[in-house]
């Protein structure tokens, strides 16, 4: 059985965890297969949105702690060996220069619980949970948790979760921030699909270099995120999505978005 699922559908492509006889909790294997797979979504111009879920009751229950127990080379080394793919699969997310949504249809805990947070976007289904888990298996948090989770919710909200690892339910996750939509059981991949659908219309462009603004800001001085600001608007502008917004505009009709190269060809 192929550990993940890869369907592409008018432009999106779907990524579906399918371990779900272990809660879609992810192995070295798994890892690989989800790293060489958004690499290759990244470079894919006939994708413009990526959409990620789970096979079964789960959504993503993290690391597979049978398979790190039962590594050759012991728990701290396989942890380590486990955490530099995940880390990647993190990062190539965050990069990814087209809107990620996570269609959260179950538990989500541990490793799923950051790779959710990663994500652009959330759709939670009202019967899903979100829990950290970590701390509760006498681990620390990883998956960039330590970066994502204060920025959504407050340090000292994050402080809470780390300490406690409450069980977080749909409606508590969706006014702490944690996800953009609260959906009914079994629906999260249509609302989600049907979210990404509304990008066929909009500029590509605008969306990336407004993420990865949004990325930047944490990380530099004002005056550095000013500058950058400045660059981006007018690499937009200069790009064929650019000028056919500022031309859409004076014409008073409807942008067509997306018929050429543009800013996502100039970004690492």
Known sequence: MNKVLIEKLDGICVITLN????????DLETLEILENSLRDIRLDENIYGVLVTGNGKAFCTGGDLRWVSSEGSGVEAALYKLAAHFHQVIYEIKKMPKPVVAAINGVTSGGGF???LA???RFM???AVLKQG???NGLSIDGGLSFTLPRIVGIQRAMEILALD???PADQALTWGMVNYVVEDGTSKKEGLEFLGAFRERSVDSFVASKELLH????LPFEVVLEKEREFLSRCGGSPNGQEGIKAFLEKRRARYNKGKGFADGTD
């Not at 930047?216 to 990380?219: D, G, K, R, T």
Request: with cysteine; net charge neutral; glycine share 0%.
């Open 216 to 219: 930047q800001s944490f990380l």
């Open 114 to 116: 950051a790779l959710a």
């Open 119 to 121: 994500c652009d976007f």
């Open 19 to 26: 371990r779900p006889e272990f809660y879609n909790a992810f």
């Open 166 to 168: 409450p069980k977080i």
């Open 125 to 127: 289904e009202r019967s």
């Open 134 to 136: 970590y701390t509760s």
